[in-house]
Nanobody
Framework: QVHLVETGGGMVQPGGSLRLSCEATGQISSNSGLAWFRQAPGTERAFVAGRWWWGGTPIYANSVKGRFTISRDSAKSTVYLQMNSLKPEDTAVYYC???????????????WGQGTQVTVSS
């Protein structure tokens, strides 16, 4: 069983930055995939960024490449999503998720956090 808790959401002006955290507890193996997804009102949940728990090259959605960075603090079992140059279209509820694979398809993920709201508005 894996438990995920996201924090760090809030409201920010366009061009600003936020860092989301996802604290993971439970049985996570080094071969687990950890990803961030987001869901805006009236839309489907969409992949944002992901990485293997052990490291390797992260993957990003085209819409966030060069602006968002996923990283992990192994000492804290926490994964971060650093979001820079935020745009109004980044407004959504952001979720972290864990799987036995690293994939952009949300159906492949077994465990989810409760989500944290990010609002980008002037």
């Amino acid at each position: 069983q894996v438990h995920l808790v996201e924090t760090g959401g809030g409201m920010v002006q366009p061009g600003g930055s936020l860092r989301l955290s996802c604290e993971a507890t439970g049985q996570i193996s080094s071969n687990s995939g950890l990803a961030w997804f987001r869901q805006a009102p009236g839309t489907e949940r969409a992949f944002v960024a992901g990485r293997w728990w052990w490291g390797g090259t992260p993957i990003y959605a085209n819409s966030v490449k060069g602006r968002f960075t996923i990283s992990r603090d192994s000492a804290k079992s926490t994964v971060y999503l650093q979001m820079n140059s935020l745009k109004p279209e980044d407004t959504a509820v952001y979720y972290c998720a864990v799987s036995t694979v690293l994939d952009t398809d949300m159906a492949k993920y077994d465990y989810w956090g409760q989500g944290t709201q990010v609002t980008v508005s002037s």
